[in-house]
C-alpha cells in the first residue's frame, strides 16, 4: 500500500498565490506519476495536472494552464502544486494521486490507485 499526504491549502484573495504538497510512503515505486485534481461538493472529480516519474512529461488543465506549475522531488518522494493568479473558480478540495507508472501521465480519476485525504482551496473575490 501506498500512503498519499497532502499538505497547503487555505484561504487565498482572488490574484493570490498558494502552494499544495504531497508526499507518497510506504510500498512506493521509483516509477510513478502524481497528479493533482480537484472537486467540489456535488461535482466530478476534476483533473489539474500531473507529472512523469522523471518530471520530463507534465499536462495540465486547460482552465490552469500558464498558472499552475506541478513539479517533484523523488529524493523526498513527493509533488507540488504552485498556484498563481487564482480564482474564485479555484475554490475546491484539491486531492493528490499517485499512480505506479512509466508511461505518460493519464487525467482521468480511474487511473490512479492511491489518493491523500484531500486539502481545501478556498479562492476570495
Known amino acids: 500500500q501506498v500512503q498519499v499526504v497532502e499538505s497547503g491549502g487555505g484561504l487565498v484573495q482572488a490574484g493570490g498565490s498558494a502552494r499544495l504538497s504531497c508526499v507518497a510512503s510506504g510500498r512506493t515505486s521509483p516509477y510513478n506519476v502524481m497528479a493533482w485534481f480537484r472537486q467540489n461538493s456535488g461535482q466530478e472529480r476534476q483533473f489539474v495536472a500531473a507529472?512523469?516519474?522523471?518530471?520530463?512529461?507534465?499536462v495540465y488543465a486547460d482552465s490552469v494552464k500558464g498558472r499552475f506549475t506541478i513539479s517533484r522531488d523523488n529524493a523526498k518522494k513527493s509533488a507540488s502544486l504552485q498556484m498563481n493568479s487564482l480564482k474564485p473558480e479555484d475554490t475546491a478540495v484539491y486531492y493528490c494521486?499517485?499512480?505506479?507508472?512509466?508511461?505518460?501521465?493519464?487525467?482521468?480519476?480511474?487511473?490512479?490507485?492511491?489518493w491523500g485525504q484531500g486539502t481545501q482551496v478556498t479562492v476570495s473575490s
Open positions: 494521486a499517485y499512480r505506479v507508472a512509466t508511461t505518460p501521465p493519464v487525467t482521468t480519476p480511474r487511473g490512479y490507485d492511491y
Open positions: 507529472v512523469s516519474w522523471d518530471g520530463g512529461a507534465t
